[in-house]
Nanobody, 123 residues
């Protein structure tokens, strides 16, 4: 049971990045998935979540209208398209999976976590 996040990097303010999170195991295709981030000296915070079918999504207010979460269950992968990036988006981004299939911003609901991928936005 593994989640592998990728796609982070260094980008200028106003730019875009797409993060990917590949999951092992067919059961993952039905799990709700989420993205969280943690900046230096700050607590981990919710970014976005999506239902198993992809029909329902939830976003933090700070990213609404700029970030889009999506998933491809055939590839067992969830994506986070990040546009209009700001320096305050700089953080390590983590993907997570909830086997109870609840779309939530609460990190304690998520059962599996991937390693983080660093996103750095320069001003």
């Amino acid at each position: 049971v593994q989640l592998q996040a990728s796609g982070g990097g260094l980008v200028q303010a106003g730019g875009s990045l797409r993060l990917s999170c590949a999951a092992s195991g067919r059961a993952f295709s039905s799990y709700a998935k989420g993205w969280f981030r943690q900046a230096p000296g700050k607590e981990r915070e919710f970014v976005a979540a999506i239902s198993g079918s992809g029909g329902s999504a939830l976003y933090a207010d700070s990213v609404k209208g700029r970030f889009t979460i999506s998933r491809d269950n055939a590839k067992n992968t969830v994506y986070l398209q990040m546009n209009s990036l700001k320096p305050e988006d700089t953080a390590v981004y983590y993907c997570a999976a909830d086997k109870n299939r609840i779309v939530t911003m609460r990190p304690d609901f998520y059962d599996y976590w991937g390693q983080g991928t660093q996103v750095t936005v320069s001003s």
